[in-house]
């Protein structure tokens, strides 16, 4: 019975699929083509085992439906075994004592134990312990696999990530509350270990059974994949590769999801209410500026060599310039200076200055010369000057000649000053060569800083939180759950201190993603042809009735009374089975408290039904029970037309969301 009505099913919603793809066939020979194809390799056990069981254990091909392909696949690996147990064992202080049992070399026995003991905090890659109850004299710790040993390594704080306290410092019964998470957090971390050591091995199961969390695992480098007789190595580096980068887990999956024809259900089109994810963040960004790095590049005629810069004072940058002199000539020297805004927002004045003598050689300018200074192009300072007295060993003494830089007409970027000096009369002794200019450079602020630029929440749940459709169902802190399943944990992400400037900001609520449950209209796009054929379907025993909408154009148009001959044979494939109504008298308890409360009759007890299988041709029934129906090829096929009915209208809108009164569905 079982098996037909199975198939019935299966073929009725294949009908419904290729139906809906909007094919121009003859809807009743094909289908009747479709289900005779099925029913070949579905009406007996014997065929489903042939055709479906033994090739999925290897015994055979597989094929497809019409038999026009068929293929061999077959995966083996070790089997899975128990690998790793971790045993919790929460103390008066609220700190956490665990035991740790490991199989090192799989062979289904655990042969090494180790203890971590006085456990304050959990975070996903290490722990914290503390004194006990308290958050004080703190120190932090990693677990590390070395050979077959599990040890701990003591690191900083900033190594640790998504920390949480579980001590009674934090709250009372918290470990308790939260046995789950704590065991996972902590086993994950010890697995990590062992991942970290051999790429090849994979967690297979967990199971949680109260403070015991228990692994089971397998090592992939001993799996054999073959297709079509062949080994398939690369399969099995392609188990590695998952482990060095997980997001291919996740690309694989949608590459493989992305074919489905039945992705569009599968997606939430059948959910009435849909989960919606969102983040909230703390952003903080600085500004840095360096002004000893704001000379890009000099020129100067015959003279080799740069500008050099030097810091003359906390807020003083000064730099020298090379310039050839000789007597009749005029030469000049350029730099450039890359002034970003904070440059010029923080410049106060600039000035340039150079010495002249009669007698020589010293390095400074000879006398009767003169000077052009220019910004950008711009001209800002020009003249000329006469004879000047000895001015001894220059530059740390004697006659010198400045003029004061426009710092006012910089732009942002690039910014050239160029020097023009010439007709030098020739005084006694002065040679001639290159010469030296001084420039300084005096800034409202320090020549080396940095500022918070901003400081801001980026707040994408704000939509989600005051829509009224939607309730908060999880939310992870600083990677640590808080709230799971609408229930708060009591867990509190330990805060996280960054420096950025000369400011530490410590919060805890650096990162928070929360995960929404919005309920939302049920809705089946495109679907108006299958809910006509579920709406009018009936079935005699032997024919297929229905009515049919097909889409052609931009209309649906209606064909009614379509029929397809669909009968069930009976014969020695069939298992007989029967139907057994069985009193029962004990008072069930449900969500809403004892059944008794709600049955009307509370002293007839209630009674369900239960299918059997015969035994030569008997129905197996016992004192007290009722033959509801003897045996046969039972189909309860009008039973799985209606589930399908109810499946429909359950989907239906009848509260008139739109604002627009609707009649009652199906009437």
């Known amino acids: 019975m079982g098996i037909k009505v199975f198939g019935l099913l299966f073929f009725i919603l294949n009908l419904m699929v290729n139906l809906e793809k909007g094919y121009t066939f003859d809807a009743k020979g094909n289908a009747t083509t479709f289900y005779q194809q099925f029913e070949g390799q579905f009406k007996s056990p014997s065929a489903l085992k042939e055709n479906f069981v033994n090739p999925l254990l290897g015994g055979g091909n597989l094929t497809t439906l019409d038999k026009a392909k068929s293929f061999n696949a077959l995966i083996a690996c070790p089997s899975s075994s128990k690998f790793l147990e971790i045993i919790m064992q929460p103390t008066q202080t609220g700190d956490i004592n665990f035991y740790v049992q490991v199989d090192t070399d799989l062979d289904s026995r655990l042969d090494r134990s180790f203890t971590f003991s006085g456990v304050s905090g959990l975070c996903v890659n290490g722990f914290i312990r503390c004194s006990p109850g308290t958050w004080n004299s703190c120190m932090y710790y990693t677990i590390e696999l070395n050979g077959t040993s599990l040890v701990e390594k003591r690191v900083s704080f900033t190594d640790l990530n998504s920390c949480f306290c579980v001590n009674n410092f934090c709250g009372s019964n918290l470990s308790w509350r939260n046995k789950e998470y704590v065991l996972k957090t902590f086993g994950g971390m010890i697995v990590s270990a062992y991942q970290k050591a051999n790429p090849g091995f994979a967690v297979s199961n967990t199971n949680v059974q109260d403070v015991v969390i228990n692994y089971y695992g397998q090592s992939t480098k001993d799996c054999q994949v073959t297709k079509d007789g062949s080994n398939m190595g690369s399969e099995i580096s392609e188990l590695v590769m998952f482990y060095d980068v997980p997001s291919m887990l996740k690309t694989r999956g949608e590459e493989a999801f992305g074919g489905s024809s039945y992705r569009s259900l599968m997606e939430g089109h059948l959910k009435q209410t849909v989960e919606r ?314 969500n809403a408290g004892p059944t008794s409360r709600i049955n009307i009759s509370v002293g007839q007890g209630t009674w369900r039904d239960e299918y059997r299988e015969c035994k030569e041709g008997r129905c197996p029934v016992e004192t007290g029970e009722e033959v509801v129906a003897n045996c046969a090829c039972l189909t309860a096929f009008n039973e799985a037309i209606a589930v399908l009915q109810s499946l429909r209208l359950m989907g239906e809108d009848i509260i008139c969301s739109s604002g627009v009164q609707k009649p009652l569905v199906g009437y």
């Open 277 to 590: 994810r969102c983040t909230v963040k703390r952003i903080i960004t600085e500004k840095r500026w360096d002004f000893t790095q704001v000379i890009v590049s000099n020129q100067a005629q015959n003279c080799p060599g740069i500008s050099s810069v030097s810091v003359c004072g906390e807020n003083c940058l000064s730099f020298t310039m090379p310039i050839y002199i000789s007597a009749g000539g005029s030469y000049s020297s350029s730099f450039s200076i890359d002034a970003n805004p904070e440059f010029k927002s923080k410049i106060s004045s600039g000035s340039m200055s150079w010495c002249t003598q009669t007698k020589g050689p010293y390095p400074c300018t000879d006398d009767d010369g003169w000077f052009v200074f220019s910004l950008n192009g711009q001209d800002f300072a020009s003249g000329g000057y006469g004879d000047s007295e000895d001015c001894g060993d220059a530059p740390n003494g004697g006659c010198w000649h400045g003029v004061s830089i426009p710092v006012s007409s910089m732009r942002e970027g690039t910014n050239t000053i160029n020097v023009t000096i010439g007709g030098a009369g020739g005084g006694q002794g002065v040679l001639a060569g290159c010469r030296v200019i001084w420039g300084k450079f005096l800034f409202s602020q320090s020549l080396k800083g940095c500022y918070i630029d901003q400081n801001y929440i980026e707040d994408n749940c704000i939509s989600l939180r005051n829509d009224p459709k939607c309730v908060l169902k999880d939310r992870v802190q600083n990677g640590v759950i808080t709230v799971k399943n609408k229930m708060k944990t009591g867990l509190t992400p330990l805060t996280q201190c960054i420096q950025i400037c000369e400011d530490v900001f410590c919060f805890n609520d650096w990162t928070v993603e929360d995960t929404y449950e919005c309920d939302t209209d049920f809705s089946l796009p495109e679907m108006t042809r299958p809910q006509e054929i579920l709406k009018t379907i009936n079935y005699d025993g032997e024919t297929l009735r229905f009515d049919d909408l097909r889409k052609e154009g931009e209309n649906y148009v209606k064909y009614p009374s379509q029929s397809i001959n669909i009968k069930l044979d009976v014969g020695e494939a069939c298992p007989e089975v029967c139907r057994v109504r069985i009193k029962e008298s004990a008072p069930e308890v449900g």
